[in-house]
Nanobody, 114 residues
């Protein structure tokens, strides 16, 4: 079993920046695919950014050029968010996936508001 814990959420003004982090209880990020999802009130959970075990990143069109996913080490990944917009407000979840293994964190709230 793997536990994932997100941190770094909070309240930020439009145009501001935040860095989210996801820490794993085991060193899995060198072999698992890792993803950041978000879910806004009344909306479905959506994939924001992902990175393969080989380091290839992909992004939702809505965040391209503003968000950057990175792997700090085998137990920690980050999501650097800049030029934040009110529509980025959501609970952000860390996810690690490999074959049938699929782990989720509890989520961290990001609110973009003036």
């Amino acid at each position: 079993q793997v536990q994932l814990v997100e941190s770094g959420g909070g309240l930020v003004q439009p145009g501001g920046s935040l860095r989210l982090s996801c820490s794993a209880s085991r060193s899995i990020f060198s072999t698992y695919g890792m993803n950041w999802y978000r879910q806004a009130p009344g909306k479905q959970r959506e994939l924001v950014a992902g990175m393969t075990s080989g380091g290839r990143a992909n992004y939702a069109d809505s965040v391209k050029g503003r968000f950057t996913i990175s792997r700090d080490n085998a137990k920690k990944i980050d999501l650097e968010m800049s030029s934040l917009k009110p529509e980025d407000t959501a609970v952000y979840y860390c996810n690690a996936k490999l074959l049938t293994w699929d782990y989720w964190g509890q989520g961290t709230q990001v609110t973009v508001s003036s």
